[in-house]
């Protein structure tokens, strides 16, 4: 993996959390960021303590793990999403952790449950990790 890329670890049976995938895929232009479900291989073997848990997204940056809201405004940031982060740097980090939290707990309730992984396309294959 190319040592400027993040690796998103999320949540693949998670309907909101392919749909999510999905809009990093088409806004990250760079390509700038690889993908790895929480219930796969690189997870297991590289985040274990997290990755029991998939109520979180992850993102692993420059040898740094993030986790929660941390990691999607580090994902804003790699994107150059500047407007959006500071929309979301108007919120104190533990009100975008109670919200994310909140939405953790109901997002299977909100947006259904896959019976599995989506697979990606051939010309996505390359960004995807097991």
């Known amino acids: 993996m190319p040592e400027d890329c993040g690796l998103v670890f ?11 995938i999905r809009w ?4 990250d232009k760079r390509h700038r960021l690889r993908f790895s479900t929480l219930q796969g291989e ?10 029991s848990e998939k109520k979180s ?5 420059k040898g740094q793990a993030y986790v929660r809201s941390a990691a999607l ?3 804003l940031q790699i994107l150059d999403m500047k407007v959006l982060k500071a ?13 994310y939290d909140w939405f953790a707990r109901n997002r299977y309730r909100l947006f259904g449950r896959k ?16």
């Open 57 to 61: 997204i992850v993102l692993i940056w």
């Open 87 to 99: 929309f979301f740097r108007l919120l104190p980090a533990g009100m975008r952790d109670g919200a």
């Open 24 to 27: 990093l895929l088409r806004a």
């Open 115 to 130: 019976s599995h992984c989506t697979l990606p396309s051939l010309s996505e294959r390359a960004l995807f990790l097991s």
């Open 42 to 51: 690189t997870a297991q073997a590289l985040i274990p303590h997290l990755a």
């Open 73 to 75: 405004m580090q994902m």
């Open 10 to 20: 999320f949540d693949g049976v998670c309907s909101f959390c392919d749909g999510f």
